[in-house]
């Protein structure tokens, strides 16, 4: 991710945060297979953007449906920071499966950036 996206994400309330750690988990499971990879992913997203246990265990609460709305009322920067940090965490295992490809595109087409 760019320095100025980890920056827009940093930023988010808890509430937007965990919305995050929301999409988050639903793209890492959408293929029902974690790798070492992703989770390395995950732990760097988790680190670099402040998110604590606290607001972790609030995003694995987070309805997936609604924690998506949440993010889509954001601005353009926002939803597009958070679409590549999808998309690279998707990325992280060399490959992204169909089911994964579905998931992104449909975050993308909520958020209105496709």
Known sequence: MKPEEISILS?????????LVSLVIEVVNADNEVTGRE???????????GIDDHIYELGKRFEFD????????TDKAIKTAAANLL??????????????QRLLQHVLRVFGLI
């Open 11 to 19: 930023s988010l309330g808890g509430h937007h945060k965990a919305a």
């Open 66 to 73: 609604l924690a998506l709305e949440t993010l889509a009322l």
């Open 39 to 49: 989770l390395g992913a995950v732990n760097q997203f988790l680190m670099n953007i």
């Open 87 to 100: 998309i690279e965490i998707a990325e992280a295992d060399g490959t992204v499966q169909v089911a994964e």
